[in-house]
């Protein structure tokens, strides 16, 4: 069944991934506008989100979050072995499977807050929270880290995809630039906007405008007083932990089909093959060679990243071509 639905899995999370990194992208050079300033920054947020929250587009990004995560975890937990998977698809997946943790804290605060209050975040507002929260330690890991991880895992994705591509390869030195660029430029927004937010506090009247964009302006707690971050937190935590939980869930479920799958898989080993260096090994119907020599603790050379879709892994038939099909 997996080998079937395999092809349209990796569609899936090939065209989520690219919605998720056009998202990420935008926000990036959002960021890099705080070169310029923070009004400027929210003039283009306010755009900026006003696309992706229009009518149609409100849940293309958090359907394709959950399409891509499912369909990465199938893809992954159905491998026969984990051998075929380079250093650098390792990597992707780990920075795959960090990314939720931090992705939660960030969806929680900012859509979470926006479907309860109705107002939208003012970049203005969310520097002086870091400010008065962690400081620039605070910013540059909540801020670079969170969209370095996810524009790198993509970055990944995209190039294990099209290395493969005669003119991904000619103009290489340019998508690198491309890869490179819009995380240092965020950056550089960034720091520009918080260095200039630490020096607008000392102006009474930009402060108090800071307070009439506040999200939460008007939303008092039980004893009446306006709400506080601890009131604030008290409504957003039960919203990540949910989506933590959610998470959690998938990953464990994946694991758990694996094993299952694995112990079937076994039950079903009955295409012996044997190689011409002499090792032998029974394996079920559906794997293939490259599987099987991986599972035989035999190296071969692929560029695919052990999906079995490119040529790199040729192979010569040496008993038994009579039984199999036409290639």
Known sequence: MIVRISPVLIVLRLVTGLI??????????????????????????????????????????PVAIVVHLVAAVTLLMHKRTMKMMDRMAKFQVGLGMLLP?????????????????????????????MHEA?????????????????????CLGMHRWLKVK????????????????????SL????????????RIEDPTWVAQLDEQNQWKGWTNADGLPYEQADIDAVIGPI???LLGAFFFTVAMGVLIRLIWLRLEKKKATVELVFSSGEQIKVSPGTSLLEASQLAGISQASVCGGHGRCSTCRVRILVGNENLAPP
Not at 104 to 126: E, M, P, W
Not at 135 to 150: H, M, N, P, R
Not at 166 to 185: D, E, G, I, R
């Open 240 to 242: 990540i932990v949910q």
């Open 166 to 185: 005669a003119w991904y390869k000619k103009y290489w030195n340019f998508w690198y630039l491309m890869a490179v660029l819009p995380p240092c430029l």
């Open 188 to 199: 550089f927004g960034s720091l520009s906007a918080y260095r200039e937010t630490v020096i």
């Open 134 to 154: 962690g400081g620039l330690l605070g910013l540059l890991l909540y801020v670079t880290l969170l969209t370095s991880l996810v524009w790198g895992h993509g």
């Open 20 to 61: 998720m990194m056009a998202y990420c992208l935008g926000h990036m050079m959002n960021h890099a506008l705080g070169i310029v300033s923070i009004e400027t920054m929210d003039q283009v947020r306010a755009q900026f989100i006003g696309f992706w929250r229009a009518p149609g587009i409100y849940w293309v990004t």
């Open 101 to 129: 943790l931090l992705l939660c804290v960030h969806i929680g605060y900012s859509r979470g807050a926006f479907t309860q209050t109705g107002k939208d975040l003012y970049y203005s507002n969310f520097f002086y929270t």
